[in-house]
């Protein structure tokens, strides 16, 4: 079976500082990685992915992930948050051709 | 436009009173799935469809059903709500399975009293 887990259920920061958003999954099989954003009453939006190559991902709106096989994580950070950011953050893996595994989410608010 | 529309966006409903929620999308996608939010416990997935007349269970598929008659339509049912069914709902689908983007609908707010 696989999880996902986030670390942390809300991040508050300042508008221009960075932010990172822990990920952490443990699977048996390899997976793809996946961070998705949901702004307020919307639905989810992929931020970026991770399949196969580079282990450093770049994403939409200066987001960026790194893929860490040994410690089975796939951090997000972004180096200057805006106020337009403030959102949740999803984390999922999908392990083989199984479905996609959500993590619990991260609630990004970006004070002035 | 690539989009995946549900209707309704917010529903409010008594206990027992059979509702469907309905899903559709316009990219000709096989796959398409249900997820059900709750605050602290993420995306789960109730049911998916690989294609026309091809469902299956996903983590919490009980006290709901599904039917994938048409590629675009993937309709939700509730055939007696309960509180508990209380929850934000999403519809999502992509090309396949494996590796490739999915786009969600809106969602739909649904309170069973």
């Known amino acids: 079976a696989q999880s996902v887990t986030q670390l942390d259920s809300q991040v508050p920061v300042f508008e221009e500082a960075p932010v990172e958003l822990r990920c952490n999954y443990s699977?048996?099989?390899?997976?793809?990685l996946f961070w998705y954003v949901q702004y307020p009453n919307q639905g989810l939006q992929l931020l970026l992915k991770?399949?196969?190559?580079?282990?450093l991902v770049k994403g939409i709106n200066g987001f960026e992930a790194e893929f860490n096989k040994s410690q089975t994580s796939f951090h997000l950070r972004k180096p200057s948050v805006h106020i337009s950011d403030t959102a949740e953050y999803f984390c999922?893996?999908?392990?083989?051709?199984?479905?996609?595994?959500f993590g619990s989410g991260t609630r990004l608010q970006v004070q002035p | 436009e690539a989009q995946v529309t549900q209707n309704p966006r917010y529903l409010i409903t008594v206990t027992g009173k059979k509702l469907t929620v309905t899903c559709s999308q316009n990219?000709?996608?096989?796959?398409m799935s249900w997820y059900r939010q709750d605050p602290g416990l993420g995306l789960r997935q109730i049911y998916y469809?690989?294609?026309?007349?091809?469902?299956d269970k996903g983590d919490v598929p009980e006290g709901y059903k599904v039917s994938r008659k048409e590629k675009r339509n993937f309709p939700l049912i509730l055939e007696s709500p309960s509180p508990n069914q209380t929850s934000l709902y999403f519809c999502?689908?992509?090309?396949?399975?494996?590796?490739?983007?999915?786009?969600f609908g809106q969602g739909t707010r649904l309170t069973v009293v």
């Open positions: 999502a689908s992509s090309r396949d399975r494996g590796g490739t983007e999915a786009f």
């Open positions: 699977s048996s099989v390899s997976v793809y």
């Open positions: 991770y399949l196969s190559g580079s282990t």
């Open positions: 999922a893996v999908l392990p083989g051709r199984r479905a996609l595994t």
């Open positions: 990219m000709n996608h096989e796959y």
């Open positions: 469809s690989m294609n026309v007349e091809v469902t």
